[in-house]
Structure formats: structure tokens, C-alpha cells
């Protein structure tokens, strides 16, 4: 297998990309073969600086960056040379199977969407956030702040999408499917909650267990939580607050409140498009790195995107 790895995306790359990289290294199982995309001037001397060296490297030379705050679209258009647009070039002609990269969202969305094309079925690309549950288990948010504004049909198929996820990549045999919802009883909620369930309890792709509250999102009562995006995105951000509060308060080495912190996962894929794409946050360490690598790994290895492709054939 081969990923495309963004050495020139995140706050503190390419150190921190380096770094994730020789982690990956250490460990002698691992067998995929990995192109670095980024300026060989400023990668290559830190590849030499920490020793990492492997005949399963490649170092491909992109002397542009797309910064933060660039329009994705533009900054995609205008700046071929950049690491982010080679990466998805690498991904369309079947170079690469899989690209990741901490750098600009935005340019990663629109590269992934108009790159490597959505499935055919799909109506929007989401994104998900892990959840971890207190009995040690995980559970994922589908949609995660992608999609801020939501038809109940995407609602529907982010149900599938994530319930795909959650098998192939965290291993949840037949996982349950939640609406999040003010209320567990059917017809509560707003609009949207009470058009998407009937849809959802219809789904013979899933398997719906009904409306859940927010005081279920850490319990096992369901797998697979599914929102729009707006309100994704706030429970996301919730989360990411709980380790802060844990470290601050002294809980930080608690074996639960230590799974929230963002490093454990590394990033997220954006599900519903035709190949492996993920994305990292902007704050990436070297742990955080490695762990994207081994989700481009998992998804590839799952063939996921491929098993997407056939279930919205049908």
C-alpha cells in the first residue's frame, strides 16, 4: 500500500510530521510504503537529523504551501506546486492510496470533493469525530461540522456511512444507530429530528435503536450518533474542552479522561468520497501523526471507500 503523507501541513510541521514519521518507523511491522510530500530543503534535513530512513520512504519535492487562512479553492488552482495539491494529483491517478495531511481543511474538502469525485449515490461527504465511552468502548458523531446545514436524506445516509466506520475501522459488529434529539420519544424534536427518523427506523442498512439525548453520548446506548453538522461540531468541541478541564483540575492520567485527548486519534476521513482521505488537526503532534498514518492503514487494508461504492450501488 501506498499514503501520501502532507510533510508541510499542521502548526509545527515538518518537524512534528517527522517525528510522527519515525514513530511510525519504530514499529518493525509496518510495511506500507510512504511518500512525503513537502520542501525537500527544509524535509530533508530533519529525515537526516532524526535518522529516519527506510527503502519504504520516498521524498517528493513541493515547494508551496497552502497556508491557513488561503481560499481553498484558489490557493488549489493557483499553487499546483503546493504539497496538498501534488498530494490529491498523486491520489487521482492511483500514485498514492490514500493521503493525509494536517494543513488547510478547506483545501482538503474541496481536494477530496472535486479531485477524487463523491461515490456515486452519495449526496454529500461528511466528516466524523470519535467519542469515547465509559465502559471503554467508541462511539462516532456523524456529521462533525462539514455539513452545518442538513436534509433528513444525508441525515440517512451519514447513518450508513458511519455505520460502515464504525465496523471496518473500530471493529463495532452491527453498531447502533442513535438520533441525537432533545427527547427520546419519535416525533420529538425539531424539523429536521422528526422528518430524518422515520427515515432512519425504514433503513434496513442500519440498525436504528431511536432517538438519543445528550446525556447518552458517553454511555452505550448507541454506536453511531448522527446530527448535522452545526450541532456535530459543538458536541466536538465540548469534548475537546473535557481533557483540557481534566488536566487542569489534575485528572489528566485518568485512563478515561485521557482518551479525549485528540493525539489518540489523529485525524478524521472524509467518508463518501471515491478513495482514502484524512485529515489531521492544525495542532498535530508527532503521536498525532503516526495515528493518521494508521487509520490511512486500516482504511486502505478494509477497503472501505470500496465497500461504500458497492453498498450505494444497491
Do not use: W
Request: hydrophobic share 40%; proline share 4%.
Amino acid at each position: 500500500m501506498n499514503i501520501g503523507f502532507d510533510m508541510m501541513g499542521g502548526d509545527f510541521a515538518p518537524l512534528e510530521a517527522v517525528k510522527g514519521l519515525q514513530l511510525y518507523l519504530s514499529d518493525n511491522t509496518r510495511t506500507a510504503s510512504i511518500y512525503c510530500i513537502g520542501d525537500e530543503t527544509l524535509v530533508k534535513p530533519l529525515l537526516e537529523e532524526y535518522q529516519v530512513t527506510s527503502p519504504n520512504l520516498h521524498l517528493i519535492h513541493a515547494p508551496e504551501v497552502i497556508g491557513y487562512h488561503e481560499h481553498p479553492t484558489k490557493a488549489l488552482k493557483e499553487k499546483q506546486r503546493s504539497s496538498i495539491a501534488i498530494g490529491f494529483h498523486l491520489l487521482a491517478t492511483g500514485k498514492i492510496d490514500a493521503f493525509i495531511s494536517a494543513g488547510n481543511t478547506g483545501a482538503m474538502l474541496v481536494g477530496a470533493m472535486f479531485s477524487i469525485k463523491t461515490i456515486p449515490g452519495v449526496l454529500r461527504p461528511t466528516i466524523s469525530t470519535v467519542v469515547p465511552k465509559i465502559n471503554g468502548g467508541t462511539g462516532i458523531i456523524m456529521d462533525a461540522g462539514l455539513n452545518s446545514d442538513c436534509k433528513p436524506e444525508q441525515l440517512d445516509q451519514f447513518a450508513i456511512l458511519g455505520s460502515l466506520y464504525a465496523g471496518n475501522i473500530f471493529n463495532i459488529e452491527n453498531p447502533k444507530v442513535g438520533l441525537m434529539n432533545v427527547g427520546e420519544e419519535e416525533g420529538k424534536g425539531n424539523i429536521l429530528a422528526q422528518a430524518t427518523y422515520p427515515l432512519l427506523k425504514a433503513n434496513t442498512k442500519i440498525n436504528f435503536i431511536g432517538n438519543i439525548e445528550g446525556r447518552d453520548l458517553f454511555n452505550d446506548k448507541a454506536d453511531v450518533i448522527v446530527c448535522d453538522g452545526f450541532t456535530g461540531n459543538i458536541i466536538l468541541k465540548m469534548a475537546e474542552s473535557v481533557y483540557d478541564l481534566a488536566q487542569q483540575r489534575g485528572f489528566a492520567n485518568d485512563e478515561y479522561f485521557a482518551r479525549f485527548h485528540y493525539e489518540n486519534y489523529g485525524g478524521t476521513p472524509v467518508l463518501g468520497v471515491a478513495k482514502p482521505v484524512i485529515i489531521g488537526h492544525g495542532i498535530s503532534n508527532a503521536k498525532a501523526f503516526k495515528n493518521m498514518i494508521a487509520v490511512a492503514e486500516k482504511m486502505i487494508e478494509s477497503d472501505i471507500c470500496g465497500k461504500m461504492t458497492e453498498l450505494f450501488k444497491s
